[in-house]
């Protein structure tokens, strides 16, 4: 097959002559190029919604968080420490299975499971916010001085080794040890590693930040360094705490689970989701009182995966390679 | 290669040295009940001091300090206090280590197996059902605290399965629901690294060529991605490995095993410090050892890392 | 390099393609990288493809082996190659009998193009086992001979290394060995020596041609640098915003060029400045292809545009019997245009070239 380049004939009776003459050149028609509205944070939302699981997720998780604040001004709800005596037989209401009264049930000293599981929710829920936050603050802070003050890099690599290696565990269990079991122990805990990470991770990019061509370029056309922290830094800090933050929820939970499993966890006094569990175990072979480890278990493990989920779509979506 | 390991076994036991000074400074901290056995409350104030004092315990710091290194060479870790009064700590461990190895090791073989092909068909098959369900899996595994899942499936698979709950050496059975349930976190993990890095080789470039030259998918899997896949899994295999040794806490309690991971859980609760002592000093030795093994590793597996001129934070 | 009889001669067509458009989905819109090509390749030439980055020049070649991008796809027309049509090509399987055997290409960064932990003989031999049916030793020793070939010393023991081992000019003729491994017709050459230095650009450049002559291969150079295109091309197309705009022998392109944009890049060579004068640069950026492009895609940059550059796409009009491009200066209505100052010196010489034959 080969191409025929003659087609004028055809044509050339429908031209005017008049548009064969010059046009006027315009410079700024030749520099008209497309604009692209691509916006990093619209991008990143609609590349999150795309997960209809993630999206589901998230508006459960918005709606369990607004149900846990408002849930104890609903009607309708006891008190998640208060001990109920039966009307009936005047003794303690222990035990009872899920009834119209009790929604989830009593446990073994007749408290009513409801309450106490979303108090335990609260509980943790806010050990979970508070050691993200506090990573947050104190990895950037540190991470920015570990990437940018040359000197102290030697000595907080060192500190970063050191700590690193003592895994987290002990270090739980050492803390909760030494300082007693309590709320505030185990945020401390937590919060003693928790911003390690996130120190490496501020520290990595401040360090690309200063090496990399394209900011040595921007530094070249004078663009000041607040500039390309606020733009080139902080979209992937941002997305960073927020999935430190997401992540932060399941790692509370886990670990409260896990200390109160070993005997240093919160006292009985303050509902928490590891006594729960906890105290589930002890029954748990006694078939009809086992409700009392399936609720705390089933709403354990939607909040954990629900935050887990929402994180790392998150993350994927903030991604810029995943914007086509 | 050889001046480099003696680089980096000095800088480890560097580290290390600091770790130790500072878990025994911690640990000073700790309770001094835990030093005076189960009949505390029953002593005298001078008892107490008689004990402490010949435990070294009123010396200033520092010649603690000298006293507990010296020991450590030695391997002398102390004797325990409360848990098995009077026995040596290194006694104890050693009877403990073999369960927990027994069963780690296992596990991490059927992680191995089973983690690693999980992770292959992931990523051969991206986005397909079967991707989906993995990722399912280990979003629940990541996600759920270990205790909730481990007493899901003791509660429901022995009931179903007719598996016994306590551990026994001579009953085969026995070992399987643990061995399992230890297996399953590693799993997850393997699953999730090797198809990361699998799915990140299929983007490369020499892949792009490979197709190219003609070679068909099948084809660039197996030689090529896996192979390369595999080099960054190398630098976490050892540590894996020698965690098993510290044994997992909840399963040999929730299954009665005589391993380490129970020791440190009853340490605690007995107030046993020197045994407590004993254990984070060996936990953090073995962290630092896997790191060790790791970087090894990853020079046996990728001939581009050459270890002379590496240096800095891992 | 062949003169216009020559090719005259060897009229033999190996690939045909006819109308390519190629569309890639980019958020959401729909970008026309390659807007209706139609192209000859002729038996034993060497073509080069030269453009700005970004007009198409890759994603055209792309297509002659299914190695698009995920999310390009070829819109309409079609690819002839020994009667069949590569467009329809949907599967990899579809593939397997062109790919390497039939055609070959050599990529741009000879840096992430070979397998880091694999040796490099191996990666040679591979190609071989493949397409040539020869396997084990046998294989080994025509990978070693390749080896030497393309110039790489003491081949027994390189084979044995690992491509870290290598310099850039030394990796970039390892993958020149393993295009020629798999014993291709056509190989296609993207940007063969952008990533090396000058240099090298040469050596790489002759053991091409030698290699073109040794094993009977037609190439195709995508290059950007009108100084390889020299050195090298029988025949030259220029390619603009996804568009061939003009094609002829590399004599005619040189010294003989009718489109305005090929004026404009000729004039961008550094070695036509005048002493003391600035030197010329093409005014304007590359148009958005987001866009229907209506009339001619380099009206806007073109200060010689004709109003109907920006009504109507001109057709292509032939120069010669090689030589055609598609501007509608060509046309008997339109003005006689001067050539750009710094292009007649050049132009001249081709008065001279014509009137010898």
Redesign the interface.
Known sequence: ???N????DK??DN?S???????Q???K??????YSN?SYWK?TWNSFIKHKVAFLLLILVIGILAFTMIQPFLPYQKSPTEIYINAGTNLQDKNVAPSAEFWFGTNSIGQDLWARIWSGTRTSLLIGFAVGIFEAIVGIFIGALWGYVRKLDVII??I???ID???T??IL??MT??LRPSISTIIFALCLTGWLQMA?FVRNQIIIIRDREYNLASRCLGTPTRRIIFKNLLPYLVSVIMLRMALAI?TA??SE??LT????GLPVSIPSLGNL?NEG?IL?MTPTL?YQ?NFP?VV??II??A???IG?TFADAADPKN?? | MIKYLFKRIGQSIFTLLIIITVVFLLLRLMPEEGYLGTNADKMSDIQKETILNNLGLRDPIIVQLGKFYKNIVTGDLGKSITYRPDVKVSTILAQKIPYSLCFGLVAIGLALVFGVSMGIIMARSKNSIFDKLGTGYIVIINAVPAAVYYLVIQLYLTNTLKLPILFDKSNFMSWILPAISMSLGNTAGYAMWMRRYMVDELNSDYVKLARAKGLSEKNIMVNHVLRNAFVPMAQYLPASILYTIAGSIYIESLYSIPGMGGLLVDAIQRQDNPLVQGLVIIYSSLGILGLILGDIAMTLADPRIKLEKSGGGR | MMSYLDVKINKEVVLCVNDLKVNFKLRGQVLNAIRGISLDLYKGESLAIVGESGSGKSVFTKTFMGLLESNGYIDSGSIMYSGKDLAKFKVAKDWRGIRGKEIAMVSQDPMTSLNPLKIIGKQVQEGIELHQNLKGAQAKKLAIKLLEDVGISDPEKRYYQYPHEFSGGMRQRVVIAIAIGCNPKILICDEPTTALDVTMQAQILDLLKNIQKEYNLTIIYITHDLGVVAKVADRVGVMYAGDIVEIGLADEIFYNAKHPYTWALLSSLPQLGIKGEDLYSIKGTPINLFKEIKGDAFAPRNPRALKIDFELTPPYFEVSKTHKAKTWLLDTRAPKVEYPKALKKLFDEWEGYRNEK
């Open positions: 097959m080969s191409i380049g003659k087609k004028i044509l050339g031209i002559d008049s548009l064969f003459e010059f046009a050149f315009d410079n028609e030749a520099e008209k190029t497309g691509y991008s690599t060192q970063y080794n050191v290696n003592i895994p565990t002990i269990i050492l040890y030494i490496r399941p939970i886990g689970v896990f499993y070993i005997g240093l569990v175990r748990m086992r480890l278990s354990i493990s954990t995966i935050f887990y989920v790392n914007h086509v």
